[in-house]
C-alpha cells in the first residue's frame, strides 16, 4: 500500500511537474486583472523566498518571470492552482524545483497579493548593443586568438 | 612495527643527543619517551587516562632551560648541520616553491630551517604564513592545479592533520599534487602525537610515510613529491619526527633524485590509433583534464597534425585544451568517423589513466568513499565510457603518438588535412560567434537590477581581464558558470574549476594558492567568491595581503547558502508547512556581514558594498590596479541569489 501511495505521488508530482514545462505559452503579456495587494505582495515574495529562484526584480535567476508568458501565470486562479499542485513526496536527491504552497500555509489572499507584485515586474535590461560592455565583449570576440 | 620495536627506535633517534651527552636535562627528556612509550607497549590506554603532568624535562625544555653541552667550547653548537636543513635542500631540489603552515611545535626544527638554512637565508621554498592547516592545504590545492606541481602544506600533529582533513579529502577527490609534512613530537603534548599518525587520512591520500632515520625521510619526501605527480595524482603525507629535524647530519647527503616515469601507450596502439586519425576523414578528439601544461601543448600538436576538431574541458577545469584554438568547436561537420578522447570519454577510443579507485587497497577501514569505491553511492560517479578505453595515461601516451602520427603522415595527406583545418577554423568561428550572441541575449537579463546580476560581474570584468594572464581560480558553479560563456579560456590554468569534493571553505585559500603561484608568474588571480564559503576560513585574507599576491576577491554576496536555501524551501512546500521560515539556517542576515570591513580588519584594501550596479565597473578597475601593485583587493557586491 506504501509503495502504491509512494508511486501515486511521485506520479502526481510528475504530472504537475510536466505541467509546468508543457504549458501552452502566451504569445503575448496577459491581461487578466491582479486583484491582490502588490506592497504586501513584495513583503511576501521575500519572506516566502521566491527571490531565490526567481530573482528579487523577476530578472534573474534559473526561472525569471520577466518574459515568462507560462500560462501558470495568465490569471490569478492559474498561479494559485499551480502553487497548489506541486509536489508532496520529496526525490532522494534535493531538489530546486518549484515547492507546493499549501492553502493552509499560504492563503489564496496571499497568494493573489504575491500574484500582484508578480506583475509589476517588467524588464529594464537594455538591448544587447546599448550595452558598451557587451560590445567590448564582441570586439574581444573578434579579435584574433593568441596562443 | 610493533610497538616494542617502535620503543626502541624512539631510543635509537635520540642517540645524537646520547652522544652530546650530558645534559641532565636531556636525559630527563628521554626517559620520559621510553617510560611512555613502554606504558603504551603494556597495553595501557593512554585515553582512558587523565593528561600527564609535564615532566621535568618538559618544563626544563618550555623555559629554556637546556644548556650547550659542557664538552663544547663556548659559541660551538652542539648541531650544525640540523636534519631540516637537509630535508629543506631536498624540498629546494624538487623545486618547491613554497610551503605554507600554521605553527606548531612538532616541525619547529624544519620551520626553522625553512627561514634560516643557507647564506644568504632560505628563500625557496618560502614560508608562507596560513591561519588554519585547512587553509594551508586548500592553498597547496589550487597552486597545484594551477601550476600541476606539489605545494607543500606543514601540519602540526594530530591536530594539525585533523584540521587539514577535509581540504585533503578534496584534493584528493580533485586529483591534484600536494606533497604534506606532518610534524611529530612524541616526547612533548601526548594528546598531539600518535603511532600512526598518517592513518587519520590514509584512506584518502595517494601515499604516507614515517620513517625511522635522517637518511629514510629525505628519501620519502622524494618519493612523497613523485607519487603526488604520478597519476593518479593527488596528495601525500610524510610524518617527520620532530627528533629527526633536529637530529646532527653529519656528513649525511642529500639522496640523488629520479624522476617518475609514468607509463604510456605502447608503439603498437600509437601505430593503430595515429593510423586511425589519419585515415578518417573527419576525426574528432575529446580532452578532458590532463596533467600538465606539457599534455595540452602535445594534445594542440596532435590536433594541428591530424585538422581534428576538438572538444575541451577547460571552461569546468584547469589541464584542457584551449578554448579560442581554431579547431576547438563542433568543426565543419559533426558526422566524425573517429573520435578518440584523451582522459575523456569518446566513441571509438579513450585513453583514461589510473583513477582513484586503484587506490582502494589503502582504505583499509573500508570507509568506502562515494564514487570511489564500488556501490557506495547512488548518485554514481559518471557517465559510463562509450567505445573501448585503455586504461593509461594519455599525457604520457601522447610524445608516442605525436611521434607516430608524423611518421605516417604523407603529403596528400598533409594537403587534405589542411584544408580540413581550415574549414573547421571557419565553422568554429561562426558557431563561437552565435553562441556568444546568444549568451549576451540571455545574460542582459537584470542588466540594471540591484541586488547586481551574477552576469554582470562576469561580463564587466572580462573586457578588463581580457589581455591579462589572469587565472579565475574560484568554482563558479554557484555563480551561474557566466565564464564559460564569456570569457575565452585558452591557457591550462584559465579556470581551476570546482572544489573536488564540493566542499565549502574552499574558494579564497585555493585562490590563495593559485595567487602564490601567479605571483612568480606575472599572472593575476580573479576571485568570484561566494559568501558563505569565505566564512569558513576567513584568515587567508591576512595571508593575501602579508604575501602581497595578486589576488583579486569580487564577493557574490547573495547573503546565504543559497543552495541549500532552495533545497529547505522545496522541503517546506512537499511537507505542506509553509515556507516563510525555509531561511532559517540558510540565510546569512540579522545583521548583514560587511565584508569590506573583514577584509580591512585582515589588512586587505577594499571597497563596497556596492548595490548600485552602474558603480561595478569602476570598482573592478580599481581592484585590478591594485593587485597588478601586488595589493590584493575585495570589492562587496550585493547580488542577485544566482
Known amino acids: 500500500m506504501r509503495s502504491r501511495t509512494q508511486i501515486a505521488f511521485t506520479l502526481a508530482a510528475a504530472m504537475a511537474a510536466l505541467a509546468f514545462q508543457i504549458v501552452p505559452t502566451h504569445a503575448q503579456a496577459p491581461a487578466s486583472p491582479a486583484t491582490g495587494n502588490p506592497a504586501n505582495g513584495k513583503k511576501l515574495y521575500e519572506a516566502y523566498t521566491c527571490y531565490a529562484c526567481h530573482g528579487f526584480n523577476g530578472e534573474t535567476g534559473a526561472r525569471a518571470f520577466v518574459s515568462n508568458r507560462s500560462a501558470n501565470l495568465a490569471t490569478e486562479s492559474s498561479f494559485i492552482a499551480f502553487l497548489r499542485a506541486r509536489a508532496n513526496l520529496a526525490p532522494t536527491q534535493p531538489s530546486t524545483r518549484m515547492p507546493n504552497y499549501s492553502a493552509a500555509t499560504l492563503p489564496d489572499a496571499q497568494a493573489k497579493d504575491i500574484f500582484a507584485y508578480i506583475r509589476t515586474f517588467k524588464s529594464h535590461a537594455p538591448p544587447v548593443d546599448q550595452i558598451p560592455v557587451f560590445n567590448q565583449i564582441l570586439t574581444e570576440a573578434q579579435k584574433p586568438y593568441k596562443p | ?642
Open chain 2, 1 to 642: 612495527m610493533s610497538k616494542s620495536k617502535k620503543t626502541e627506535s624512539s631510543v635509537t633517534r635520540r642517540g645524537f643527543l646520547k652522544g652530546a651527552a650530558t645534559a641532565a636535562a636531556g636525559a630527563a627528556a628521554l626517559t620520559n619517551v621510553a617510560v611512555t612509550s613502554a606504558g603504551a607497549a603494556q597495553g595501557r590506554s593512554a585515553a582512558l587516562d587523565s593528561a600527564p603532568p609535564p615532566s621535568p624535562g618538559q618544563v626544563e625544555r618550555d623555559a629554556g632551560n637546556v644548556r650547550p653541552p659542557e664538552t663544547l667550547r663556548p659559541g660551538e653548537r652542539a648541531v650544525v648541520r640540523p636534519g631540516s636543513d637537509l630535508m629543506v635542500q631536498v624540498l629546494r631540489d624538487l623545486g618547491i616553491e613554497y610551503i605554507a603552515g600554521n605553527p606548531g611545535s612538532s616541525f619547529e626544527g624544519l620551520q626553522e630551517s625553512i627561514i634560516n638554512f643557507g647564506n644568504p637565508p632560505n628563500r625557496m621554498p618560502e614560508f608562507i604564513t596560513a591561519l588554519h592547516e585547512e587553509s594551508a592545504v586548500t592553498m597547496a590545492h589550487g597552486y597545484g592545479k594551477a601550476t600541476a606541481r606539489p605545494m607543500c602544506a606543514l601540519l602540526h600533529g594530530t591536530i594539525g592533520v585533523q584540521h587539514a582533513a577535509m581540504s585533503i579529502y578534496q584534493a584528493y577527490y580533485d586529483r591534484t599534487p600536494a606533497l604534506l609534512l606532518a610534524g611529530r613530537d612524541l616526547g612533548f603534548i601526548a594528546a598531539h602525537s600518535a603511532n600512526d599518525m598518517a592513518g587519520m587520512v590514509r584512506s584518502f591520500t595517494k601515499w604516507d610515510a614515517q620513517p625511522r632515520t635522517l637518511a629514510e625521510s629525505l628519501a620519502a619526501i622524494q618519493r612523497a613529491y613523485n607519487e603526488a605527480i604520478t597519476p593518479p595524482c593527488g596528495p601525500t603525507l610524510v610524518v617527520v619526527d620532530i627528533e629527526l629535524q633536529k637530529e646532527e647530519a653529519r656528513d649525511l647527503n642529500v639522496p640523488a633524485y629520479t624522476a617518475p616515469k609514468v607509463p604510456g601507450i605502447d608503439a603498437n596502439q600509437a601505430r593503430e590509433i595515429a593510423k586511425a586519425l589519419l585515415d578518417a576523414q573527419n576525426p574528432r578528439i575529446a580532452v578532458g583534464r590532463l596533467r600538465t601544461p606539457d599534455g595540452v601543448q602535445l594534445a594542440v600538436q596532435l590536433a594541428e597534425l591530424v585538422g581534428a576538431s576538438t572538444s575541451t574541458s577547460a571552461t569546468q577545469g584547469p589541464m584542457s585544451f584551449p578554448q579560442r584554438h581554431p579547431l576547438c568547436g563542433p568543426g565543419a561537420s559533426t558526422a566524425y568517423d573517429y573520435t578518440l578522447g584523451f582522459e575523456a570519454p569518446a566513441a571509438q577510443v579513450s585513453l583514461s589513466g589510473p583513477t582513484l579507485s586503484t587506490l582502494l587497497s589503502r582504505d583499509t577501514t573500508n570507509i568506502g568513499f562515494g564514487g570511489i569505491a564500488p556501490g557506495v553511492s547512488r548518485a554514481g560517479a559518471g557517465g559510463a565510457p562509450r567505445g573501448r578505453t585503455i586504461e593509461i595515461d594519455a599525457e604520457a601516451s601522447l610524445p608516442i603518438l605525436v611521434e607516430e602520427t608524423r611518421r605516417q603522415m604523407t603529403p596528400d595527406r598533409k594537403r587534405l588535412i589542411q584544408e580540413r583545418a581550415t574549414k573547421h577554423a571557419a565553422a568554429n568561428e561562426q558557431a563561437r560567434m552565435e553562441e556568444l550572441r546568444s549568451a549576451l541575449e540571455q545574460k542582459r537579463a537584470g542588466w540594471d537590477a540591484s541586488p547586481i546580476s551574477t552576469a554582470r560581474i562576469y561580463a564587466e570584468l572580462w573586457p578588463l581581464i581580457a589581455d591579462e594572464d589572469w587565472i579565475l581560480s574560484s568554482p563558479s558553479s554557484f555563480s551561474g558558470g557566466h565564464n564559460a560563456q564569456l570569457w575565452d579560456h585558452n591557457k591550462p590554468y584559465s579556470y581551476l574549476g570546482g572544489q573536488g569534493a564540493g566542499g565549502m571553505g574552499y574558494g579564497a585559500p585555493a585562490s590563495v594558492g593559485a595567487a602564490l603561484a601567479a605571483k612568480s608568474r606575472g599572472q593575476i588571480v580573479i576571485n568570484v567568491q561566494t559568501d558563505g564559503d569565505l566564512n569558513y576560513a576567513p584568515g587567508v585574507l591576512w595571508t593575501a595581503v602579508h604575501h602581497e599576491l595578486p589576488m583579486l576577491t569580487v564577493m557574490h554576496n547573495n547573503r546565504a547558502w543559497h543552495q541549500e536555501l532552495m533545497f529547505v524551501e522545496y522541503m517546506c512546500g512537499v511537507r505542506g508547512r509553509g515556507g516563510d521560515r525555509g531561511h532559517i539556517g540558510t540565510t546569512l542576515r540579522e545583521p548583514h556581514i560587511d565584508y569590506r570591513m573583514m577584509a580591512a580588519g585582515y589588512g586587505m584594501a577594499g571597497e563596497g558594498p556596492i548595490t548600485d550596479p552602474t558603480k561595478l565597473g569602476a570598482a573592478l578597475k580599481r581592484g585590478l590596479v591594485s593587485v597588478k601593485r601586488g595589493q590584493p583587493y575585495l570589492i562587496d557586491v550585493i547580488t542577485q541569489p544566482r
